[in-house]
Antibody, heavy 124, light 106 residues
Framework: QVQLQESGPGLVKPSETLSLICTVS????????WSWIRQPPGKGLEWIGHIYYTGDTNYNPSLKSRVTISLDTSWDQFSLHLTSVTAADTAVYYC??????????????????WGQGTLVSVSS | DIQMTQSPSSLSASLGDRLTITCRAS??????LNWYQQRPGKAPKVLIYGASNLEGGVPSRFSGSGSGTDFTLTISSLQPEDSATYYCQQSYSTPWTFGQGTKVEI
């Protein structure tokens, strides 16, 4: 069973870059889409973006100018870089694997596996 | 972006109650709708995908229905471990978006 684990600094200064790594174990990083999702304290969920094992990416337009997601297949890891952070970027950050069900009526996607989440606070 | 709106935002129910949560999309999303359960301090866990398909290992008291813009999550007989926040999420088009959540207290 695949497991995901986020790691990185818990505190980032305003205007600096937030960097997190997600390590995948118990499964291959190939043939899957890998996402970052965040949740501000006491609030709802926001999809940040995803990367396919080929390196293709798709970002939420609300964050696109500041986000980079990259992949390191040799280490079964993918990472998130968010530049020019502000207090509004304070959140629990989750990494997740997308699952796909192919059917005659369409292709269905959902987030089937999640990391435990890591709280990143933006403060001076 | 497709906006997802859930109702109610919170509710209080009793053990054994039948409970329904609704989710409305700002445009038609066919059956591309997922439901998640999030317990305090934990990551979300998928319950239902494709509007009505039960994820493996999820108790059969959970069910989903709907298509187009209106969807429901039903818990047929509420159990203590169902105390959580529930989110809908559309997978029709990126950016994938979530509802604001429905907090269920027992």
């Amino acid at each position: 069973q695949v497991q995901l684990q986020e790691s990185g600094p818990g505190l980032v200064k305003p205007s600096e870059t937030l960097s997190l790594i997600c390590t995948v174990s118990g499964g291959s990083i190939t043939n899957h889409y890998w996402s970052w999702i965040r949740q501000p304290p006491g609030k709802g969920l926001e999809w940040i973006g995803h990367i396919y094992y080929t390196g293709d990416t798709n970002y939420n337009p609300s964050l696109k100018s500041r986000v980079t997601i990259s992949l390191d297949t040799s280490w079964d890891q993918f990472s998130l870089h968010l530049t020019s952070v502000t207090a509004a970027d304070t959140a629990v950050y989750y990494c997740a694997r997308r699952s796909t069900y192919y059917s005659n009526s369409g292709d269905y996607f959902w987030f089937e596996a999640w990391g435990q989440g890591t709280l990143v606070s933006v403060s001076s | 972006d497709i906006q997802m709106t859930q109702s109610p935002s919170s509710l209080s129910a009793s053990l054994g109650d039948r409970l329904t949560i609704t989710c409305r999309a700002s445009q038609s999303i066919s059956s591309y709708l997922n439901w998640y359960q999030q317990r305090p301090g934990k990551a979300p866990k998928v319950l239902i995908y494709g509007a009505s398909n039960l994820e493996g290992g999820v108790p059969s008291r959970f069910s989903g229905s709907g298509s187009g813009t209106d969807f429901t999550l039903t818990i047929s007989s509420l159990q203590p471990e169902d105390s959580a926040t529930y989110y809908c999420q559309q997978s029709y088009s990126t950016p994938w978006t979530f509802g604001q959540g429905t907090k269920v207290e027992i």
